[in-house]
């Protein structure tokens, strides 16, 4: 295991070993190493058990964006506890908390949505997807519209339902994934597939191959196409201009439904409420999470279009949910969440101010040796490390970004690699000098790395 300096954080660590089994890790190297042990946090900064300071520049995983350390947060949960801990609301009955969250997460929705199914998570969201787009086509009398049309390295989730709507190779290989009737196509990520096109043609191309499948599956047989508004956990992979409107002339044509899943740009991280809403796209349904509490307990969603909840209102029941569907305590949290977000104009701060600097700061790193691209979006950002900026060529087998991910680690910033792009998506309410330490760091790091793999 790594060096300490306090006793209790080799503790911690052997209680890693011994007991954890956790997400996403390999479990021999988690043992060697031991993970660092984060204690607390406030703001846009977390502190390990060792004492040092860290700028979070992944907001958690996406999804603190009011920033840690907000004590409202704490005590209507305290409240909520006290009053309503839990109840259900499968038996026709319902709570406060819940329905006046759905009120307010429908003003926030585009027009037309005013319906709102809560989860405990993302992936349960992308489940009651799957379920919900099904039944509304067998319930207009087309049973046989059950295939959902998704994209290679997208993310959608960990469940069954989730990992097979992702186009995550890594996750399809174990457990026989994807489940039948999911099929994906490719993704617009220009940097790393683009070839000789220009973005403009490469969007286009990319956007052509929904209407291939649709062809290909049959208009008939389609229920649905997902895709996140921009691929964040595949690498911050922002379309070219020409891929959505080109999707959405795709869509238009055919009779299917169109699912954003909003679980990152949901709740201002594009500095519009939705990644919906920056890009003009109408959604019949939108997956939330992550940003409706900002992570201070776990809670998800399905914001429904009104023509969709019409058409399952009038079927019967339907018969999906769970235990923790609107749970009282995690509707209070993202009650006061939103207001939070809205009282002090946090999403017009990042639209207006703090997402222009962050993507300018952002694009200085272009001429860093190490950087063949920048780009970014609202308080999003990837940076591509190459070995030849000219022809994108990657460091093969050397890992950069994780050794990158290392220095940044252990220079007090986090940013995470996704193979050799590094990314940001800081919290809602970092600062311009924030931003600045974010960045310096994340210069200082990129350095640090170039002499590593040229050393
Ligand atoms: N969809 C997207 C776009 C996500 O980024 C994530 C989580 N990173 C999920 C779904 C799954 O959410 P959860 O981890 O809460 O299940």
């Not at 989860?119 to 919900?132: A, F, K, P």
């Not at 490469?202 to 191959?209: H, N, R, S, V, Y």
């Not at 299917?256 to 809403?277: K, N, P």
């Amino acid at each position: 295991m790594s060096v300490t300096s306090n006793p209790q954080t080799r503790q911690w660590q052997e209680l890693s070993s011994d007991h954890h089994l956790a997400p996403f890790s390999d479990y021999q190297q988690l043992k060697e190493k031991g993970p660092r042990i984060i204690t607390h946090a406030k703001g846009v900064h977390l502190w390990d058990s060792e004492g040092h300071k860290i700028l979070d520049g992944m907001a958690g995983l996406w999804c603190v964006a009011i920033g840690y350390g907000r004590d409202e947060l704490a005590d209507v949960a305290a409240r909520q506890m006290r009053e309503l801990p839990y109840y259900n609301l499968f038996f026709q009955t319902a709570h406060p908390p819940v329905l006046e969250l759905a009120k307010v997460v429908a003003e926030l929705a585009p027009a037309g949505m005013s319906h709102v199914f809560f989860t405990g998570s993302g992936s349960e969201g992308n489940d009651t997807v799957l379920r919900l787009v099904r039944h509304y086509w067998a319930l207009k009398g087309q049973p046989q519209k059950k295939v959902i049309i998704s994209r290679i390295n997208g993310y959608h989730g960990s469940t069954v339902a989730g990992a097979s709507l992702g186009g995550m190779v890594g996750m399809h290989e174990q457990g026989d994934l994807p489940i039948p009737g999911i099929v994906h196509i490719a993704q617009p990520y220009w940097f790393g597939e683009g070839g000789d096109m220009t973005p403009e043609a490469f969007g286009i191309w990319a956007a052509e191959e929904l209407e291939k499948k649709i062809l290909e599956v049959g208009e008939a047989n389609v229920a649905a196409f997902i895709a996140e508004p921009i691929q964040g956990a595949g690498g911050v992979i922002i379309p070219p201009d020409s891929y959505w409107p080109k999707i959405k002339e795709i869509l238009a044509k055919y009779d299917i439904l169109f699912v954003a899943d909003e679980v990152i740009c949901g709740f201002g991280r594009t500095g519009e409420w939705f990644g919906s809403d920056y890009y003009d796209l109408q959604p019949d349904l939108m997956t939330i999470a992550k940003g409706l509490t900002s992570g201070y307990i776990p809670m998800g969603g399905v914001i429904v279009r009104d023509l969709v909840v019409k058409v399952i209102s009038e079927g019967g029941d339907f018969n999906h949910g769970f235990t923790y569907s609107g749970h009282p305590v995690a509707a209070a949290v993202a009650l006061e969440n939103i207001r939070i977000l809205r009282d002090e104009q946090i999403v017009t701060r990042v639209k207006e101010e703090t997402a222009p600097y962050l993507q300018k700061r952002l694009r200085e790193l272009a001429d860093h040796p190490l950087v063949g691209e920048v780009r970014g979006l609202g308080l999003l950002g990837a940076i591509e490390l190459v070995r030849d900026k000219a022809t994108r060529a990657r460091y093969e087998g050397l890992g950069v970004g994780m050794i990158c991910r290392q220095f940044c680690f252990d220079n007090g910033l986090i940013m995470r690699a996704v193979g050799d792009t590094m990314i940001i998506a800081p919290s809602l309410v970092i600062t311009k000098a924030e931003i600045d330490e974010l960045l310096d760091k994340a210069r200082k790091c990129l350095d640090l790395t170039l002499e590593a793999v040229n050393g």
